[in-house]
């Protein structure tokens, strides 16, 4: 790769997704790229940037986004966090709400496991107010990763990682040489692409919010836009996760951190949304 052609992928990356990509990797970008130019009809990455160069499409700017972006997950990944949400903010949550719906976003969630992490969460907790009513989203920028995420459809090397044997027994069926989750998971999650440094005024309200192991591969100056924007999605009494070494403080005073619960955020309540 020239130069040019890795000024450009980092130039489209923060533009089009808020990414931050490092232009000393290379070999980072040739390994995420090289599968994109074979499926697109490239003979190498080289080529590819040289075809964007002249088509400028949107697909195809839009697919090597994609393929940038960090989509490394694993079911029950940081086995705290769903704990936490199974043993105290569910219950707490469906005993404000009343009959209202909890609402759930697992932001950023690649492959969607920690959509259906959560999924099986709701599906086993036991302290839920009767009734209790409890709706999952999951968002993902790539839409290739949706399209995987829909199927529930995982190999064997992805279910060892993260899941205990008693969950991969309870809620998944065997196909051929893979698994799949049950129908009753699976229709338990809705899906949608979201590019969270976008304008996120119209994604609805949440009663928690999952961005784990997203911020860090965001633009400093998009992360703090991100943060906030999520925040305006939250109602003054919900949550934000994230992993144990992000902290919205050091960019935006949106939020405040729950006393001993690492990763766990709850929303300022001075701050006030950008009109």
């Known amino acids: 790769m020239t130069p040019e052609d ?12 808020g990414l931050k990509i490092d232009p000393a990797k290379t070999y980072l970008m040739e390994s995420r790229l090289a599968p994109l130019a ?13 075809g ?32 936490q949400l199974r043993d105290e903010i569910l219950p707490t949550l469906t005993r404000m709400r009343g009959p209202e719906p909890i609402r ?52 064997q090397f992805e279910v060892q990682r993260g899941l205990p044997i008693q969950q991969l027994v309870r809620h998944f069926d065997k196909i051929e040489d893979n698994w799949q989750l049950s129908p009753r998971i699976r229709q338990r999650v809705r899906w949608r692409r979201i590019n969270l440094a ?24 998009i992360r703090r836009r991100v943060l906030e924007g999520l925040a305006a999605a939250l109602p003054s ?6 992993d144990a ?5 050091d960019l935006t005073d949106a939020f405040r951190p729950v006393s001993g619960r690492t ?7 001075s701050f006030r949304a950008a009109a």
């Not at 890795?6 to 997704?17: D, T, Y």
């Not at 074979?38 to 040289?50: F, H, K, P, Q, T």
């Not at 990763?263 to 309540?269: Q, V």
């Open 6 to 17: 890795i000024q450009l992928v980092v130039a489209l990356c923060k533009a089009r997704a």
């Open 38 to 50: 074979r499926r697109e009809g490239y003979n190498s990455v080289e080529d590819l940037i040289a």
């Open 52 to 83: 964007l160069k002249v088509r400028r499409e949107e697909p195809l700017i839009w697919a090597l986004v994609e393929a940038m972006t960090l989509n490394e997950t694993a079911f029950f990944r940081d086995r705290a966090n769903f704990d």
């Open 104 to 155: 759930i976003w697992s932001a950023a969630c690649a492959t969607g496991q920690e959509a259906y992490s959560v999924a099986m969460i709701a599906e086993e907790a036991h302290d839920l107010e009767p009734g209790a009513r409890i709706d999952i989203y999951g968002s993902d920028i790539a839409e290739r990763c949706l399209e995987k995420a829909q199927s529930g459809l995982y190999t």
């Open 198 to 221: 976008a304008d996120l005024s119209g994604v609805g309200r949440f009663d928690v919010i999952l961005a784990r192991h997203v911020l860090t591969a965001l633009d400093d100056g």
């Open 237 to 242: 009494d919900g949550f934000l996760l994230l």
């Open 245 to 249: 070494d992000v902290s919205p403080q």
């Open 263 to 269: 990763g766990l955020f709850a929303r300022n309540p």
